[in-house]
């Protein structure tokens, strides 16, 4: 059985709005072609190495006149934090997003893990 030494877990998460654009008139949802947001997170406590990073979509407001077309996913990766990185192409129309993420990752030091 592994338990920790202290209070952190190797786990980060958090749940954040990406973009809401429905009423400004930004071009998420008055424009068309290649479009793409990004929010940076920083995790609450570095990890050692970059860890697993999932994202996934926690709630989107899409207009369906017209196919949905978008890409969720997490770049630049590294021990203190990443950018989540929406995108959108040809004429979807996208009011808002919010995404969800979770990271998974080596505790700081070796020895915050203590195994019996």
């Known amino acids: 059985m592994k338990r920790l030494r202290n209070p952190r ?20 949802w008055t424009g068309e072609g290649a479009r793409e947001r990004r929010k940076t997170v920083r995790f609450s406590e570095a990890f050692a190495r970059p860890p697993a ?14 196919a949905v077309r978008a890409e969720l996913v997490a770049e630049n ?29 080596d505790m700081p030091f070796e020895d915050d893990w203590v195994v019996d």
Request: proline share 0%; hydrophobic share 50%.
């Open 77 to 105: 990766i590294t021990a203190t934090g990443f950018d989540v990185v929406f995108r959108t192409w040809a004429d979807s129309r996208v009011a808002r997003v919010r995404a969800a993420w979770m990271a998974i990752g």
């Open 9 to 28: 877990t190797g786990i980060d998460q958090g749940d954040l709005v990406v973009f809401s654009e429905f009423d400004s008139g930004g071009s998420m």
């Open 53 to 66: 990073v999932q994202v996934s979509m926690s709630m989107w407001d899409m207009d369906t006149s017209a």
